[in-house]
């Protein structure tokens, strides 16, 4: 063992060992380098070319996207008295006989204590007593027992009104069919027919639409006005203008937004595969009283949108019949959560009671 290492402690091996490890070490270092290099540049190419790629040429992507049912935590949907007092689970038949699930929701002073709830034959007609009856529309993801939707139509049992909330096909419990723009405006409309029905007349029917939900009942409400028909108001919770601009606005979007070929890759294609949503035009040709709620520090639809929305409006009716109410970032509301102001109740109340005056006009 001795001379061995009297061997390799000989300075010039040590020296020349000393070298090989410096030059091993830089062959690898530049190894690593060009290694982090390659994968920086795959991970570029990624997400500059090929997921932009994929989203443009597979409309299936594009509708996962923007509708998000599959983002969905299912609750005891035949029980909605678990949730709101004085309710009932239902199903209406849509187009094509898709089964949509419905939760009908008894104004206060017509739902009884917990416990005990109506015979189901009974609430079809209680709808027709004449109180007020929101249609709900919700927006992407979630279902008809998503609890911020659910503390609304609190608020709105507790001014004395009737809520209808429903889950569009492939939503919630409803049936499974392909999802558009065309299909989420015929599913309502299916609900809106149900409940025009059942209110026999005494319709004084309004429609709340939060966040996609507004570009839903923005569009039902401009076919239905070229139908000559028309319901006493709309209430619009963080709208946005059109789908192409709160594309380039939404949040995850900024990843891309400054690539030049962003319009080409990701707005262009949706506007061509009928997702539009553009409560801009639709609602630039209707009468109906209109309320708009936003809160400024929404930052999934920013507010700008929704005064470009409402500027717009105005611009074709005057500002008589619209009104827009933004609420301070201090408050948190974000994108869900005015349903909190405690002002809220009053705000509604009041739209409500003008827009039934207009109506009787
Ligand atoms: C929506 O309804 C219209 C008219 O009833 C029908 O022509 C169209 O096929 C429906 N579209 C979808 C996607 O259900
Ligand atoms: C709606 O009413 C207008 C004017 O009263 C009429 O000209 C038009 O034909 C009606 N449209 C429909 C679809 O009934």
Redesign the pocket.
């Known amino acids: 063992m001795l001379p061995r290492l009297a061997h390799s402690i000989h300075p010039r091996r040590v020296f020349r060992r000393l070298i090989m490890k410096v030059l091993y070490k830089k062959k690898l270092m530049r190894r690593i380098a060009v290694g982090t290099l390659v994968t920086l540049l795959l991970v570029i190419v990624f997400i500059f070319v090929v997921i932009p790629i994929v989203f443009k040429y597979t409309p299936s992507i594009q509708k996962m996207l923007l509708f998000l049912n599959s983002v969905n935590i299912p609750v005891d949907f035949k029980r909605p008295g678990k949730f709101v007092p004085g309710s009932r689970n239902t199903y209406v038949r849509g ?2 006989e898709i089964s949509l699930g419905v939760w009908q929701i008894l104004p206060k002073n017509l739902a009884p204590d917990e416990g005990l709830e109506p015979a189901s034959e009974q609430f079809d007609k209680l709808l027709s007593n004449g109180e007020p009856v929101f249609i709900y529309m919700h927006g992407n993801s979630g279902n008809r027992g998503t609890s911020h939707r659910i503390d609304l139509y609190k608020v709105l049992q507790n001014n004395n009104y009737h809520v209808i909330a429903f889950d569009y096909r492939s939503y919630g419990d409803s049936g499974k ?2 999802l ?1 723009e ?2 989420t ?2 599913d309502s ?1 299916a609900i809106y027919k149900w409940t025009k029905e059942r209110t026999r007349g005494n319709a004084k029917i309004f429609f709340w639409g939060h966040s996609l939900g507004t570009g839903i009942s923005s569009h039902l409400l401009h076919v239905l006005e070229s139908r000559n028909e028309t319901v006493a108001g709309l209430i619009l919770e963080a709208p946005f203008n059109n789908l192409e601009e709160e594309m380039r606005n939404y949040p995850l979007a900024q990843i891309w937004r400054f690539l030049p070929w962003f319009d080409y890759f990701f707005t262009e294609p949706v506007h061509d595969n009928n997702l539009r949503y553009e409560s801009d035009v639709h609602l630039t040709q209707v009468k109906a009283p209109i309320l708009i709620l936003h809160a400024e520090d929404d930052i999934v639809i920013p507010i700008q949108l929704s005064r470009k929305l409402y500027e717009k409006i105005v611009s074709s009716r005057g500002q008589g019949t619209v009104d827009f109410k933004s609420y301070p970032s201090d408050r948190h509301y974000g994108h869900k959560f005015i349903v909190r102001d405690k002002k809220l109740p009053e705000v509604i109340d009041e739209f409500v009671k003008r827009s039934i005056a207009i109506q009787r006009s």
């Open positions: 187009d094509g069919g392909e558009s065309m299909a405006v015929n409309m």
